[in-house]
T-cell receptor
């Protein structure tokens, strides 16, 4: 069963605007959440993470928000750039040393 | 960030042959590495957890005799697909966590290996 869900398979955003990618999870044991960016035929590249003791983590243009009561997290990219076009995977784990549970990914297209 | 390499990046083999994929952490040590598999347009699915110096832990539905994992050192894990069949064609990705980065640290992924079994 899918414990991490990304319900939007694709998202299109204009360059310069904000991209918001959403992720929901069902396992209350998950304590550590990550976002990865992936291009076809390449391994995922780590973007940003957040632990459950925080509700926000920011790194440059990327901000991750965590709403633990709703079991929901989101990745905000602002401003969006054409180079951000890729598939974004949300991942969760009960402990950072454990294997990751991935969502199915959201394909982001940033248009000029 | 930390670097994980995989070799080969792509391999084509005949049905019935075995293929070995290497995963190396280049600038850090990893007692645990993970092997994932991705089918087209699907998420990454965990196959097994590779532990240095001990047996790998396989996920339900993954045949341990078919997907042999050896974690011989703190920087190297290998996945051998034995007697490969066309249905084993997939994208295989490994990941590792830097032991020295503290309690909360990301897993870093290799670039993946594309396996095509004819």
């Amino acid at each position: 069963d899918q414990q991490v869900k990304q319900n939007s398979p694709s998202l299109s955003v204009q360059e310069g605007r904000i991209s918001i990618l959403n992720c929901d999870y069902t396992n209350s044991m998950f304590d550590y959440f990550l976002w990865y960016k992936k291009y076809p035929a390449e391994g995922p590249t780590f973007l940003i993470s957040i632990s459950s003791i925080k509700d926000k983590n920011e790194d440059g243009r990327f901000t991750v928000f965590l709403n633990k009561s709703a079991k929901h997290l989101s990745l905000h990219i602002v401003p969006s750039q054409p180079g951000d076009s890729a598939v974004y995977f949300c991942a969760a784990t009960p402990n950072s040393g454990y294997a990751l549970n991935f969502g199915k990914g959201t394909s982001l297209l940033v248009t000029p | 960030g930390a670097v994980v390499s995989q070799h080969p990046s792509r391999v084509i083999c005949k049905s019935g042959t075995s293929v070995k994929i290497e995963c190396r952490s280049l600038d850090f040590q990893a007692t645990t590495m993970f092997w994932y598999r991705q089918f087209p347009k699907k998420s990454l699915m965990l196959m097994a957890t590779s532990n240095e110096g001990s047996k790998a832990t396989y996920e339900q539905g993954v045949e341990k005799d078919k997907f042999l994992i050896n974690h011989a050192s703190l920087t190297l894990s290998t996945l051998t697909v034995t007697s490969a069949h066309p249905e084993d064609s997939s994208f295989y990705i490994c990941s590792a966590r830097d032991m020295g980065s503290g309690a909360s640290s990301a897993q870093y992924f290799g670039p993946g290996t594309r396996l095509l079994v004819l």
